[in-house]
T-cell receptor, first 115, second 112 residues
Framework: DTGVSQDPRHKITKRGQNVTFRCDPISEHNRLYWYRQTLGQGPEFLTYFQNEAQLEKSRLLSDRFSAERPKGSFSTLEIQRTEQGDSAMYLC?????????????FGPGTRLTVL | GESVGLHLPTLSVQEGDNSIINCAYSNSASDYFIWYKQESGKGPQFIIDIRSNMDKRQGQRVTVLLNKTVKHLSLQIAATQPGDSAVYFCAEGLYSGYALNFGKGTSLLVTP
């Protein structure tokens, strides 16, 4: 399968714990995005990378959220001191920025449940 | 802030009929629009997109129509099949940008 992959698919954690999610984009895609989706809502943009540079992070939900893409390939999203309100589906997408096309393809998501 | 919304939260159609899902957007600066399909427990799947320099684009069994005058977007699915049952999202953004702004979604249910 050459699509976007995310790991883990499900994560259950206790309030106050830190969690980290991984995203592997489509090979050779230079852009990588993180979104959050709560039940019954559409995805909400959080941050994105072009290669290894994080070009937009002002829409991360709080300073407890951080993301990295150290080598311009896979990315991680970390949530520190999780709260019950962080329970959601975290989606990763990737795209190949090109003169005529920049379609975002999504992964299956990581569903986070904070108890 | 400006938002993307959908006219109908749920749509039920019979197998074989054509489906039309509508979407209204309010950001007049948006120049790129996309439809995604999301099945339960899965991530959004790209269906079709359109840029603002077009008013119609066709894919396999799907057509997207864009009316910039009234800021309206629609997705037409021909000969709807049970496998088309899912939640459909429209999203808008700037082609030169990065963030997509999604609406709440329409649930399409195809009955035999």
């Amino acid at each position: 399968d050459t699509g976007v992959s995310q790991d883990p698919r499900h994560k259950i954690t206790k309030r106050g714990q830190n969690v980290t999610f991984r995203c592997d984009p489509i090979s050779e895609h230079n852009r990588l995005y993180w979104y959050r989706q709560t039940l019954g809502q559409g995805p909400e943009f959080l941050t994105y990378f072009q290669n290894e540079a994080q070009l937009e992070k002002s829409r991360l939900l709080s300073d407890r959220f951080s993301a990295e893409r150290p080598k311009g390939s896979f990315s991680t999203l970390e949530i520190q001191r999780t709260e019950q309100g962080d329970s959601a589906m975290y989606l990763c997408a990737s795209s190949l920025r090109h003169a005529s096309i920049d379609t975002q393809y999504f992964g299956p998501g990581t569903r986070l449940t904070v108890l | 802030g400006e938002s993307v919304g959908l006219h109908l939260p749920t749509l039920s159609v019979q197998e074989g009929d054509n489906s039309i899902i509508n979407c209204a957007y309010s950001n007049s600066a948006s120049d790129y629009f996309i439809w995604y399909k999301q099945e339960s427990g899965k991530g959004p799947q790209f269906i079709i997109d359109i840029r603002s320099n077009m008013d119609k684009r066709q894919g396999q069994r799907v057509t997207v129509l864009l009316n910039k005058t009234v800021k309206h977007l629609s997705l037409q699915i021909a000969a709807t099949q049970p496998g088309d049952s899912a939640v459909y999202f429209c999203a808008e953004g700037l082609y030169s940008g990065y963030a997509l702004n999604f609406g709440k979604g329409t649930s399409l249910l195809v009955t035999p």
